[in-house]
């Protein structure tokens, strides 16, 4: 996968939460959310991260769009390993990562919602 082809790459203006995650490879990652009625309505990710990073954080955006938050917090790194089958054992702190930090940004939606 090209980062061209990813869809969900780039960074929201106005998301309703959003979090950013440094790695233990020093690599950063960033998820920003928008919410409908606890539906993930949009999605996007940056990292300045190898492309192992970049891909690992697509696929985690790609899993969730869409979803009821009660399915996007089932997210879990395995479950991001399973969708990329080249994913090499040196790289998979990267789904890690991007993981950690979309539930992250989950959390930062739930604690906003609950002082609101
Ligand atoms: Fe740093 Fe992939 S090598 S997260």
């Known amino acids: 996968m090209e980062i061209s ?3 969900h790459f ?3 203006n106005d ?3 959003c979090a950013v995650i440094k790695g233990v ?3 950063e990652m960033e998820f920003h959310l928008v919410f409908q009625n606890d539906v993930i309505k949009d999605i996007r990710f940056y990292t300045d991260g190898c492309g192992h990073t970049g891909i ?3 696929t985690a955006a790609r899993l ?3 979803k009821h938050i009660d399915k996007a917090m089932a997210i879990s790194p395995a479950m991001v390993r399973k969708e990329i089958a080249y994913l090499t054992e040196d790289h998979i702190h990267c789904s ?3 993981t950690m930090t979309l539930l992250k940004a989950i959390a ?3 604690y906003r919602k609950s002082i609101s």
Do not use: H, K, Q, T
């Open 5 to 7: 082809e990813f869809r």
């Open 10 to 12: 780039g960074r929201l």
């Open 15 to 17: 998301p309703d939460s």
């Open 25 to 27: 490879c020093s690599d």
């Open 56 to 58: 690992c954080g697509e």
């Open 64 to 66: 969730v769009a869409g």
């Open 96 to 98: 890690i990562l991007a």
């Open 108 to 110: 930062d939606y739930l």
